[in-house]
């Protein structure tokens, strides 16, 4: 056999060169995968996070703009075991002000809406706390990780060519495993990276789409309001 031949299985076995690693790269590659786990898990439980929020709040809008009186759906919401969520809590929080201040003597309609105003944003506000959890995680991994990487696999480089420095003759049989080793240091970051990357630019476009919607929702809800609590003042 020709002595360059190199075995394909031997070569090809990542859990051998890995085993092989230097200890700063070792720790380099468990840096990565526990990012890496990390990082799925954050995105399978937000991709339903987000999913069944963007479903609510089109159930909910098709059933406010259904006709269906305001006070019977506040109802069904309070009395709804459970905590509220999406465009429901910042219906609950606006009606519920709205209704409060109302039952005040001497309030003007102005202050009513203002009121129910100041409770969805907040109520909104906490919703988009919500759905961004984790997203910074997600943005971090996927722009710290290749750096990660890259520092694992110079140092494994340095490694592989300071023992060829007690070598008289380097040859490609020395030299391919030890900077094998340290290439699977990038390969990795870029394994970790790549999906937190795609992750986050979706995620975040869809929690944009729902504040765009939640935003809209408070406008119209709050012209609503303004001319229930006109009718009100005189009638």
């Known amino acids: 056999m020709d002595p360059v031949t190199l075995d394909v299985n031997q070569n090809l076995d990542m859990l051998a060169l890995i085993w092989h690693a230097s200890i700063p790269v070792?720790?380099?590659?468990?840096?990565?995968?526990?990012?890496?786990?990390?990082?799925?898990?954050?995105?399978f439980g937000k991709s339903r996070m987000l999913d069944a929020a963007s479903r609510e709040a089109n159930?909910?809008?098709?059933?406010?703009?259904?006709?269906?009186?305001m006070a019977a759906i506040f109802r069904d919401i309070s009395n709804r075991q459970g905590?509220?969520?999406?465009?429901?809590?910042?219906?609950?929080?606006?009606?519920?002000?709205?209704?409060r201040l109302r039952s005040r003597r001497?309030?003007?309609?102005?202050?009513m809406v203002e009121g129910a105003q100041r409770a969805m944003r907040a109520s909104a506000g906490r919703e988009l706390d919500r759905l961004d959890h984790n997203l910074e995680f997600l943005a971090n991994?996927?722009?710290?990780?290749?750096?990660?990487?890259?520092?694992?696999?110079?140092?494994?480089?340095?490694i592989s060519f300071q023992g060829l420095a007690n070598m008289r003759e380097a040859t490609i049989a020395t030299v391919a495993p030890g900077i094998s080793e340290a290439l699977i240091a990038t390969a990795m970051g870029l394994f970790a990276a790549i999906p937190a990357v795609?992750?986050?630019?979706r995620f975040s476009t869809k929690v944009e789409r729902l504040n765009t919607k939640f935003d809209a929702f408070q406008e119209e809800f709050s012209s609503i309001l303004q001319r229930q609590a006109h009718i009100e003042d005189n009638g």
């Open 59 to 69: 159930e909910f809008e098709e059933r406010f703009w259904s006709g269906t009186d």
């Open 141 to 158: 991994v996927g722009s710290i990780s290749p750096y990660v990487g890259l520092f694992g696999t110079v140092w494994g480089i340095m």
């Open 26 to 43: 070792k720790l380099v590659m468990a840096l990565l995968i526990a990012a890496s786990l990390a990082s799925w898990t954050i995105i």
């Open 83 to 99: 905590e509220r969520f999406g465009m429901e809590s910042i219906f609950e929080s606006g009606f519920r002000e709205f209704a």
């Open 198 to 201: 795609w992750a986050y630019n």
């Open 106 to 111: 001497q309030m003007d309609s102005r202050t």
